[in-house]
């Protein structure tokens, strides 16, 4: 049995559920549950891709012993920018200038012109 403790503990700090992370190596879940209670050894391509997950270097993940302390990083936000009344605002915008675009006869780049400001000197 080789156990590699580093392994569980990033899992946990990142609130990671055995199923993603089983899915980022392209194993099943009860594959990497043996992994991660040291019945199944971890190959080299395993710790490359939990140190990209993790963003950390396959070094501390390879460690056997609890050597470094890790802060549990921050929660990315839940909310995402596109919520719906936003969504619905630019699906409004994009429809207007469409129209806008199908009704105007003006060549490509005197649109641009029109809609983008040139640069201030």
């Known amino acids: 049995m080789i156990r590699y403790p580093k392994i569980r503990e ?10 993603f992370v089983a899915d980022q190596l392209g194993i099943s879940q009860p594959e990497y549950s043996r992994l991660e209670n040291g019945f199944r050894k971890a190959r080299l391509e395993d710790f490359k891709t939990l140190a990209k997950v993790y963003d950390v270097s396959i070094n501390v993940l390879m460690l056997r012993e609890e050597e470094h302390y890790f802060e549990k ?20 915008q994009h429809q207007k200038i469409l129209q806008y675009l199908q009704q105007s006869h003006l060549q490509s780049h005197q649109i641009i012109q029109q809609l983008i400001p040139p640069p201030s000197h």
Do not use: G, N, Y
């Open 10 to 19: 990033f899992r946990i700090l990142h609130d990671l559920k055995q199923e």
């Open 73 to 92: 990083p921050k929660r990315k936000s839940t909310s995402s920018p596109f919520q719906e009344e936003h969504l619905s605002q630019l699906l409004e």
